[in-house]
């Protein structure tokens, strides 16, 4: 039988991650190029040799999206499948309709082909949009089990945006780990609330290699949790699923793709920020996980909010910092740092669109809903360098850093700065204690 020719469609994530789970070995396919898109200077690589296995002795070309329906037409395309995460289906849809139209068929793989079965007993933590709480999420968890005296190693949704070879398998214990491994911002976002507190996490691009890494972790592993990104589904087989919502964005469970496949197939579904959310929007989300996970263990939480020195924030001109992968692909306008900000009276929230520079500029101009708040971007050195003189320029009183790491370890900021924390707190039962006991007796981990 003649190859087919295939196109992977994604953004340096879950594109590697069924090429290496379904496509590398499979003589009945020859990938031709992966596209990218959603992160910056991603495209105009290429996926390395080393890792695309003996069929790809030259690697594989990575191309910009915007070529796509070139790149059909020039290297004669049979499929194109879609692997990346965080996308309305009507965006999903309109992808769909230029490779159709193109002449190839457009494809979505699932769990059965690409999830890996690992020999401890995994718990995923996925959400149904970016920015929901997975992270707090995790965190809970975590802490719940070590109360057992086990050891949880984490692990995390790739980012791999520099050296695909070096980032390979990643393995992060110390705040000097990130440095090693030269993260952006959004990778440390996700891996020094962890490291701080302790926990191992892997993360890289090879999921197969970092399973068994986790596995067999040099301090010890009984349980593994995948720390998903964005509205991913797991790598990883779970034996408990767990699933966070944001009734700040009602519907929005049953609009994005694959959130709604986390949703589904989730254990817990779990109603997040409760405390800063209107009761309609959260009778919205509760109603929606009733119709389509009706068998899913319903838990609600709010996002308690803490800062280090509100002084800094009551009647002060105040710039906030948020998340900024919640902001952009998240679609959000707010974050905790802006809750902060309301609770405890802040004089003002500082536009910095009037300060921006470089490729903060561009930030704002694609993602218009964002005002009041200014992005984290720090995928490279140059943006990290425009967020730090943008943050410099705007003339405000105090910084807000609403992010879950430590802006002031990698940039200079000339204004008095206070971090904002947030933690998943439960309210009232069934809640994770009780879900986890069980969890653990299942698997005999005590």
């Not at 949009?129 to 949880?152: F, M, P």
């Not at 989730?266 to 920020?273: R, S």
């Not at 905790?336 to 536009?351: F, N």
Request: hydrophobic share 35%.
């Amino acid at each position: 039988m003649k190859k087919k020719n295939v196109i992977i469609i994604g953004a340096a994530g879950r594109d590697f991650h069924n090429f290496n789970t379904y496509y590398r070995d499979n003589e009945a396919y020859n990938v031709v190029a992966f596209t990218a898109t959603q992160i910056p200077d991603i495209d105009g690589r290429e996926y390395p040799s080393e890792l695309a296995g003996e069929l790809y002795p030259e690697g594989i070309q990575i191309h910009s999206q915007d070529q796509l329906p070139e790149l059909i037409q020039e290297l004669q395309v049979d499929e194109c499948v879609f692997a990346y995460s965080d996308i309305g289906y009507e965006d999903v849809m309109s992808i769909g309709a230029i490779v159709n139209s193109a002449g190839a068929n457009f494809t979505l793989l699932g769990p059965k082909s690409t999830m890996i079965k690992s020999n401890k007993p995994v718990i995923s933590v996925c959400a149904v949009r970016t920015g929901t709480g997975k992270s707090q999420t995790s965190r809970k968890i975590i802490e719940t089990l070590l109360e057992y005296d086990l050891k949880v190693v984490a692990i995390r949704h790739p980012m791999p945006y520099g050296d695909l070879n070096a980032q390979r398998v990643q393995r992060f214990a110390t705040v000097e780990d990130l440095k090693k491994h030269n993260c952006t911002i959004e990778e440390m976002e996700e891996y020094e609330p962890h490291v701080t507190r302790g926990n191992i996490i892997y993360a890289g691009v090879d999921y197969a290699d970092i399973l068994a890494a986790a596995e067999n972790d040099p301090d010890g592993c009984d349980v593994i949790l995948w720390d998903g990104g964005n509205n991913d589904f797991s790598f990883y087989e779970p034996d408990l699923a767990v699933n966070v919502l944001d009734p700040h964005r009602p519907g929005h469970e049953l609009k994005y793709y694959p959130g709604e496949v986390c949703l589904r197939t989730a254990d817990v579904n779990i109603i997040n920020k409760i405390d800063s959310a209107t009761e309609e929007s959260i009778e919205i989300v509760e109603n929606n996980i009733k119709r389509v996970s009706p068998n899913s263990t319903i838990i609600k939480a709010d996002s308690k909010i803490t800062v280090d020195h509100p002084e800094l924030i009551v009647g002060k001109r105040v710039l906030v910092v948020e998340d900024g992968p919640t902001l952009t692909h998240g679609e959000m306008k707010i974050g905790a740092g802006t809750v902060a900000a309301e609770r405890l009276g802040a004089k003002e929230l500082v536009d910095a669109r009037p300060f921006a520079v470089g490729s903060l500029i561009e930030t704002f101009n694609k993602y218009g809903h964002i005002q009041n708040v200014l992005p984290a971007m720090g995928y490279g050195e140059q943006q990290l360098k425009d967020l730090e003189e943008t943050i410099n320029n705007t003339d405000c009183d105090a910084v807000i850093i609403g992010t879950p790491m430590d802006l002031t370890r990698i940039i200079s900021i000339n204004k008095p700065t206070t971090r904002v924390h947030y933690n998943l707190d439960e309210v009232g039962s069934p809640n994770l204690s009780g879900i986890l006991k069980d969890f653990i007796q299942k698997h005999k981990l005590v």
